[in-house]
């Protein structure tokens, strides 16, 4: 079975660009989450989803960031303008919505902004 | 806020020793669940195991084995018969019952010496 899919995998970019990171969630599984990587924060929570809708996005850093989920199977996560700070791994993830269903991470996006 | 804490940013063996790799956490929920997580150099985030805080006896999955002292706030991963595809980031999480956020330790890497 196919896995969380995260596109692309590498990103590189200039400050002020806008950024897209593209998610595909296991089939079936109708919770997705967004995490980010940083050496200095470690994993955070940024957002997540239950059945399409955003349930809590307390974690977003600021209005730079958004994020979708217009239907199952995709998600993503636009940063605009992109910063430097905003450097770091980009993580999606996926579950059923069942109170203690594990979450099952896809491979990461691992974004750099100049 | 439940926090997690991995005292040990960094941790070596003998390739087919024992390590045991500390967690420990802070809650006032009586019903949660943990999880260990391996993130090799690929990035990718993978469920070592899982425990259910309801549950006393300690969850194993082959070579790995958990030690959990819930009065003690304490969740340990054991890793016997090291072997060099272990060496990996280790990282413990904490959701409580009925949440879906996952909140990590800031990990322990794990070295394998051949």
């Known amino acids: 079975d196919a896995g969380v899919i995260q596109s692309p995998r590498h990103e590189v970019t200039e400050m002020g660009q806008e950024v897209t990171l593209r998610c595909k969630p296991i089939?079936?599984?109708?919770?997705l989450f967004w995490y980010r990587q940083t050496m200095m924060r470690g994993l955070e929570l940024l957002i997540y989803?239950?059945?399409?809708?955003?349930?809590?996005d307390s974690g977003m850093p600021e209005d730079r960031f958004s994020a979708k989920m217009p239907n199952a199977s995709f998600s993503t996560l636009k940063i605009q303008p992109s910063e430097p700070r905003d450097s770091a791994v980009y993580f999606c993830?996926?579950?059923?919505?069942?109170?203690?269903?594990?979450?099952?991470f896809g491979p990461g996006t691992r974004l750099l902004v100049l | 806020a439940q926090t997690v804490t991995q005292s040990q940013p960094e941790m070596s063996v003998q390739e087919a020793e024992t390590v045991t790799l500390s967690c420990t956490y802070d809650?006032?929920?009586?019903?949660?669940?943990l999880f260990w997580y391996k993130q090799p150099p690929s990035r990718q985030m993978i469920l070592v195991i899982r425990?259910?805080?309801?549950?006393?006896q300690n969850a194993t999955e082959n070579r790995f084995s958990v030690n959990f002292q819930k009065a003690a706030k304490s969740f340990s991963l054991k890793i016997s018969d090291s072997q060099l595809g272990d060496a990996a980031m280790y990282f413990c999480?904490?959701?409580?019952?009925?949440?879906?956020?996952?909140?990590f330790g800031q990990g322990t890497r794990l070295t394998i010496n051949p």
């Open positions: 993830a996926s579950s059923l919505m069942t109170s203690g269903e594990t979450q099952y």
């Open positions: 089939s079936g599984h109708n919770s």
């Open positions: 809650t006032s929920e009586s019903d949660y669940y």
């Open positions: 989803f239950n059945n399409n809708v955003p349930i809590d």
């Open positions: 425990q259910e805080a309801y549950k006393q």
């Open positions: 999480a904490y959701r409580r019952q009925g949440a879906q956020k996952l909140v």
